[in-house]
């Protein structure tokens, strides 16, 4: 079973999406601990309910980055983290930080990366004329939205769409690829080989290929 812990800033939907995919009794990983930067994330609140032990570091409590992301790295040592999922996590995470949980430590973007990294990404996609968009689970690296690809789900730009409509869209199929994703890291299938990531079962590598219904 491995033990994984979140961070999250905000709303929380792809950590509830986790947990309710850990809920599962074959599900091979469990979650162990999250932590928020931000007192007020409604994330947290769902966390609790789910009996899950919950941490707020707050970047604003200390000196520098550094002294920040020691203590998120020993909060999750003290419940035994595994494996951290980055879920709506708003902080940009030092050089130090990713090679001390390299490949252990992934992220979900909501776009088919390398297309369209940062923030405002539905608006980007629609200011382009995008006609195919989605999400990426990828392991972290220094640099911000990217690192070897994990899993990707595409979905649709449809006529009229704005930003919001696309943005549910994309959520939709988050809330499928970050648990699928986490499945494959959890059986240990997910090699990786010169930054790009080796699905194990030859048979099953669709798995890190989704293109949900929306
Ligand atoms: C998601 O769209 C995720 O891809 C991005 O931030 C958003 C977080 O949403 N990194 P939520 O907090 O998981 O609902």
Redesign the pocket.
Known sequence: MLKVGVL????????QALIAACDAVTFPASIACVISNKPDAK?LEHAKAAHIPTAVISHKDYADKQSFEAAIDAMFETHGVQLIC???FMRILSPWFTEQWRDRLV????SLLPAFPGLHTHRKVLDYGGKLTG?TVHFVRAEMDHGPIILQAAVPVLNGDDEETL?AR??RA?HQAYPAALRMIAENRVNVIEEKTFIADAAASGDAFYNPKS
Request: charged share 10%.
């Open positions: 999250i800033s905000g709303r929380g939907s792809n950590m994330g980055l879920a709506g992220n979900i973007h909501p999400c943005a994309v959520l988050e």
